[in-house]
Structure formats: C-alpha cells, structure tokens
C-alpha cells in the first residue's frame, strides 16, 4: 500500500496528486520538444550533463576513482563505462551507497513471490534487468522519479490532447514495482503485468473503457487476435522494450485499426519516442546519446554506427554517464514536425544478435546487420506469417516460420533462397540453413521476442 501525500486525504488525494502533476509533466515534456533546438539545446544537455557529473563524483565512490585527474567539463573525454564494469562494482557505482547484494535479494525475493509492491527501504524502485545471455543487471530509479514515468511516455507517444481525458491500460513487461494505478478527471491508468492472461486484458481494457493501450509488440500482437472483443475501438497503441518490426508494425494496426506510435525505451533510459509525423526522436532532454562511428567519432547520418553511449540525465540515483548500450542505429536528417531533436532512422538491433559468418575469401568474419536479416525474410515470399532466425553457430542457422495454412512447403525454400542471396552479396561462406515449421520462441533469459537472435558468443564486435 502506498502512503498518502503530506496533507492530502488518502488513496483519492494521491491519485488526484499523481494526476495534476503528470499533467504538468506532460505540458513540459511537449514544450521542450517543440521548441528546444539548436545552440540551446547543447546548451541545455552540457548543463544537465555537467550536473549529473559532479553529483557522481561527490555521492559515488566509484566515479570518484574514475574520473580523479580529469577535467569534468569536457564529457567527451570521460571515459566510458559498461554493464559488466557497472555491475562488477555496484555498491560503488550507486549514489545512495545500496549494497549490491543485499538488492539483488530483494528483487529476486520479488520475482519468486510475484509480489511487486514493496519499495526497498520504502523508496527505491528495485528493477532486474536480465541480459539476452542471462547475466543480470540492476536498475535502480528513485520512487518519485519512477511514478512520473507515465506521463513522460504520453508527453512523448505524440498523443493528441482531443483524446482526453486518457484512459490507460499499460502492460509493464519488466519485473518491477506495480506503480500506482492513476484516477483523477483526466487521466486514469491500470497497470498490468505482461504475464496477465490476455482474456483478463481485454476485461480490464472494457472494464476501464480505455481508449490508449501501452504493451511492448508481442503482447500486442497477443491481443489483436482477440481484438473483435473489445468493445469500444481503442484510439491509440504505443509500443515499447522490443524492436518493432516493420511486419509487426502493420499486423497490429490491422487488428486493431488504432495508429501505433513507438517509444525506444530501455533499462538505460527513455532514449527516442515518435512523433506527429510518426518518426523517432532522441529524446535529447532526457537522455544525451553518442553515436560513434568505428573512429570513436560521431556517426555521420545515415550511415550505422558502431557504438552507443547514454548519458541519462535524469537519474542521478544510478548515474548512467557515456554509458556504452547494446544496441545499434542509423541516424537520420530532420523532420517534418519541426522537432530539434534528432530522428533516429531505424534501430538495427542488438549488437549481440549480430550475425557473424566467415567469409567465403577466409579473410575473418562478416557481421550482418539484424534488420537487413528480417528484410531478406519478409521480401521472400507473401506466405510467412511469423518468423525467427537464429545463428547457432558460425557455419549454422536455423529459420522458425509460422505460414499461411498448408502453405509451409512452398515458403521454406523461398526464405532460404533469399537467405542465400543476402549471404552471398556479403560475400559469406554459405553455412547449413534449417528451416522448420515451428513459432518464434522467447529468449530464455529475458522473455522478449527476438526476431533475429545469434545464440553463441562471438569474441568482437564492430568497434
Ligand atoms: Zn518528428
């Protein structure tokens, strides 16, 4: 149970609080997107940045000893810092001196009673973040930052006002803290875990009359096949915590006939959310990202990049400064909606689900980009419905496909031809490809969909 605001009558009073101060959240949020350009919105990140700095440098021993000697104006020439560094020194790392192990207790003590109500010491958000390869990761937001989260991702879905007041259904995937559910005259929100039986779902979104759904891409999907149960059509979806494919995108707004708008989030941060014009934007108040080419310079746009760091410049509790992420994009130019913040173009994926093949010259290995992967697949024929393709091993990949009825057989040589050909223009050595009629899986670790997935450990990746 969550405690009242000082001076503001139980339960309804905290709620109403929630609500007025999202709405406020949600005005500012808008503002700076529209507005923050240029030399001040550099302005703007160095400050913050700067901020965030000094703050770890005096509350965590850690960046104490990371940053000693340096000068700590120029962010650039910090050094950077991973997971694995992160975790290694935890207890460290965090500002409010938590002890790794004894938060690794509590959230795990958690997850086995699937009871997400308690705060660690009645205010820190407690969150497991389990890796792709299993090895885990803590996330740590301060109560009162966590419970503005809503609001952020309405400020940043590019909701029009005429859809209030909002009535949300948001499917959290993440074993985490329940957030307060939100009632107040213009916003009321249910929280539901992922693991809720879609049947419960559809209940929940009729029971609230929600006109917004929230659920990361698969869980929608799940949905849209009982989509014809909802009563009154939804106005909205957002999606988040999975790469959304372009097969996805067009499944889900077909079952639903609601747009879909795309939030980029991770365990790191809120880094891009679409806009209007229906592209994704860094969310450059939020968050500073470093898209580096192979040279450790800035990735020029359009062309990939071969390393990302986050700077999040809002969680000072967990500081997350050129913080290198897993993932991997494209930049692009501006946008028709008139935003200063920078489009980001496609996300290729995971830098860990990059194919590694040897190369038919036997000069190395040749890396693939995960989406060019999923396109060669889509393109190969009309009669795929669902599909995974996973590298097992240099010399082996396996293709899971989910066809049309009785359609099986004339697609699996299609996709595997066109897989062919992609490998050849790459100039790869061709490895043994299986493929079977079987649906996606889940990653063993994570529980998120991966359509493109390598599952044996490569010792580079494109630096
Ligand atoms: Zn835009």
Same mark, same amino acid.
């Given at each position: 149970m969550t405690?009242?605001?000082?001076?503001?009558? *139980?339960?309804?009073g905290?709620?109403?609080?929630?609500?007025?101060?999202?709405?406020f959240?949600f005005?500012?949020?808008?503002w700076?997107r529209?507005?923050?350009r240029?030399?001040?919105l550099r302005?703007y990140?160095?400050?913050q940045?700067?901020?965030?700095?000094?703050?770890a440098?005096?509350?965590?021993?850690f960046y104490r000893?990371?940053?000693?000697g340096r000068?700590?104006d120029?962010l650039?020439?910090?050094?950077?810092?991973?997971?694995?560094?992160?975790?290694?020194?935890?207890?460290?790392?965090?500002?409010?001196g938590?002890d790794?192990?004894?938060?690794?207790?509590?959230?795990?003590?958690m997850?086995?009673?699937?009871?997400f109500?308690?705060?660690f010491r009645e205010?820190?958000?407690v969150g497991?973040?389990?890796?792709?390869s299993?090895s885990?990761?803590?996330?740590? &937001?301060?109560?009162?930052?966590a419970?503005?989260l809503?609001?952020v991702?309405l400020?940043?879905?590019?909701?029009?006002l005429?859809?209030?007041?909002?009535?949300?259904?948001?499917?959290?995937?993440?074993h985490?803290?329940a957030f307060?559910?939100i009632?107040s005259?213009?916003?009321?929100?249910r929280?539901?875990?992922?693991?809720?039986?879609v049947e419960r779902i559809?209940?929940?979104?009729?029971?609230?009359?929600a006109?917004?759904?929230?659920?990361?891409?698969?869980?929608?999907?799940l949905?849209?096949?009982?989509?014809?149960?909802? *009563?009154?059509?939804?106005k909205?979806?957002m999606?988040?915590?999975?790469?959304?494919?372009?097969d996805?995108?067009?499944?889900?707004?077909q079952?639903?006939?609601?747009?879909?708008?795309q939030?980029?989030?991770?365990?790191?941060g809120?880094?891009g959310?679409s806009?209007?014009?229906?592209?994704l934007?860094v969310?450059?108040?939020l968050?500073?990202?470093?898209?580096?080419?192979e040279h450790?310079?800035?990735?020029?746009?359009? &062309?990939?990049?071969?390393?990302?760091?986050v700077?999040?410049l809002?969680?000072?509790l967990?500081?997350l400064?050129?913080?290198?992420?897993?993932d991997?994009?494209v930049?692009?130019?501006?946008?028709?909606?008139?935003?200063?913040?920078?489009v980001?173009?496609?996300?290729?994926?995971?830098?860990?689900?990059?194919?590694?093949?040897?190369?038919?010259?036997?000069?190395?290995?040749?890396?693939?980009?995960?989406?060019?992967?999923?396109?060669?697949?889509?393109n190969?024929?009309?009669?795929?419905?669902?599909?995974q393709?996973?590298q &097992?091993?240099y010399?082996?990949?396996?293709?899971?496909?989910?066809?049309?009825?009785?359609r099986?057989?004339?697609?699996?040589?299609?996709v595997?031809q066109?897989?062919?050909?992609l490998?050849?223009?790459y100039?790869?050595?061709?490895?043994?490809i299986?493929?079977?009629?079987?649906?996606p899986?889940?990653n063993p670790?994570s529980?998120?969909l991966r359509?493109?997935?390598?599952?044996?450990a490569?010792p580079?990746?494109?630096?």
């Amino acid at each position: 149970m969550t405690p009242a605001q000082p001076g503001l009558p *139980r339960r309804i009073g905290r709620a109403a609080w929630l609500g007025l101060r999202g709405l406020f959240d949600f005005c500012l949020l808008a503002w700076r997107r529209r507005f923050l350009r240029g030399e001040r919105l550099r302005r703007y990140q160095q400050r913050q940045a700067r901020r965030l700095v000094r703050y770890a440098v005096e509350h965590s021993p850690f960046y104490r000893d990371l940053y000693s000697g340096r000068s700590l104006d120029d962010l650039a020439g910090l050094p950077t810092v991973d997971k694995q560094i992160m975790m290694d020194r935890f207890s460290d790392f965090n500002t409010a001196g938590l002890d790794k192990e004894e938060l690794i207790e509590f959230a795990l003590a958690m997850e086995h009673s699937r009871d997400f109500l308690h705060y660690f010491r009645e205010r820190y958000v407690v969150g497991l973040s389990s890796g792709t390869s299993g090895s885990k990761g803590l996330v740590l &937001t301060e109560r009162s930052l966590a419970e503005r989260l809503p609001a952020v991702f309405l400020a940043r879905s590019g909701v029009p006002l005429r859809l209030l007041p909002f009535r949300i259904v948001f499917i959290l995937r993440v074993h985490n803290q329940a957030f307060a559910n939100i009632d107040s005259p213009l916003i009321t929100l249910r929280y539901l875990h992922s693991m809720t039986p879609v049947e419960r779902i559809v209940d929940e979104i009729n029971g609230l009359r929600a006109n917004l759904l929230l659920a990361p891409p698969s869980v929608l999907r799940l949905i849209g096949a009982q989509a014809d149960r909802i *009563r009154e059509p939804l106005k909205l979806l957002m999606c988040y915590a999975e790469v959304l494919g372009d097969d996805d995108d067009a499944a889900i707004r077909q079952a639903f006939g609601a747009p879909l708008i795309q939030l980029y989030q991770a365990s790191e941060g809120l880094i891009g959310s679409s806009c209007s014009a229906g592209r994704l934007h860094v969310n450059e108040d939020l968050v500073l990202l470093e898209a580096l080419d192979e040279h450790g310079q800035p990735a020029p746009p359009g &062309t990939p990049c071969h390393k990302l760091l986050v700077t999040n410049l809002y969680n000072r509790l967990q500081p997350l400064i050129r913080y290198q992420l897993n993932d991997l994009l494209v930049l692009g130019q501006g946008c028709p909606c008139g935003s200063g913040f920078r489009v980001i173009e496609r996300v290729l994926g995971r830098s860990d689900d990059l194919f590694w093949l040897e190369r038919s010259d036997g000069s190395g290995h040749q890396y693939l980009f995960p989406d060019i992967t999923a396109r060669y697949v889509m393109n190969a024929c009309e009669l795929v419905r669902e599909y995974q393709v996973e590298q &097992t091993a240099y010399d082996r990949v396996v293709v899971r496909l989910v066809t049309l009825p009785g359609r099986f057989a004339e697609a699996a040589p299609l996709v595997e031809q066109s897989l062919r050909r992609l490998l050849d223009e790459y100039g790869c050595r061709q490895p043994a490809i299986e493929v079977v009629e079987q649906p996606p899986q889940l990653n063993p670790h994570s529980q998120k969909l991966r359509r493109i997935a390598r599952s044996f450990a490569h010792p580079d990746s494109p630096k």
